[in-house]
T-cell receptor, first 114, second 111 residues
């Protein structure tokens, strides 16, 4: 099993460009999450999904959109990238809701917005 | 809403030393998570515990629900234990809802 994979691993964007980050999991998990990690701060939840076709906002959703058309995939979109979105993005999945189930993380995507 | 504090922020130890990392939170919880972030960036879950103590190899996690405090111990530390250790708890305390993460403790073990 590959676990949780993320594409791409690195990306450099110019301000105003758009992109989509792809997260895929092969563990048949219902719950999937997108986090960002910035220096000196803990992981912060951007958006999450509790099942195929569902999405919900997390702590820092502004400037991002998500979609979960298939159970195994969770996409994070940046419509108009800003330098404040320079960060490392992690996807995670779990079989149950976050508080009561182990989360499995992808390797991360390092995004730089110039 | 829960708040999480970890201490220390940075920790340097000599190989073989006993390590303790602390985590405090403000709202009662159903479970607490400890995670490890490798120098290369990957994050893995170490423990999820709701009471008492759990042990995995040289790692031991304890939790005191009344004190709202958890500790992660590493016995006979080794340079390969060098990583950032992160504590996480449910945002609103119960098992429902998402996690809020501490800022992490960066551990460096010197040979």
């Amino acid at each position: 099993n590959a676990g949780v994979t993320q594409t791409p691993k690195f990306r450099v964007l110019k301000t105003g460009q758009s992109m989509t980050l792809l997260c895929a999991q092969d563990m048949n998990h219902e719950y999937m999450y997108w986090y960002r990690q910035d220096p000196g701060m803990g992981l912060r939840l951007i958006h999450y999904s509790v099942g195929e076709g569902t999405t919900a906002k997390g702590e820092v959703p502004d400037g991002y959109n998500v979609s979960r058309l298939k159970k195994q995939n969770f996409l994070l979109g940046l419509e108009s990238a800003a330098p404040s979105q320079t960060s490392v993005y992690f996807c995670a999945s779990s079989y149950g809701i976050a508080g009561g189930a182990t989360q499995y993380f992808g390797p991360g995507t390092r995004l730089t917005v110039l | 809403k829960n708040e999480v504090e970890q201490s220390p922020q940075n920790l340097t130890a000599q190989e073989g030393e006993f390590i303790t990392i602390n985590c405090s939170y403000s709202v009662g919880i159903s479970a607490l998570h400890w995670l490890q972030q490798h120098p290369g960036g990957g994050i893995v879950s170490l423990f999820m515990l709701s009471s008492g103590k759990k042990k995995h190899g040289r790692l031991i996690a304890t939790i005191n629900i009344q004190e709202k405090h958890s500790s992660l111990h590493i016995t006979a530390s080794h340079p390969r234990d060098s990583a950032v250790y992160i504590c996480a708890v449910p945002v609103y305390g119960g098992s429902q809802g998402n996690l809020i993460f501490g800022k992490g403790t960066k551990l460096s073990v010197k040979p």
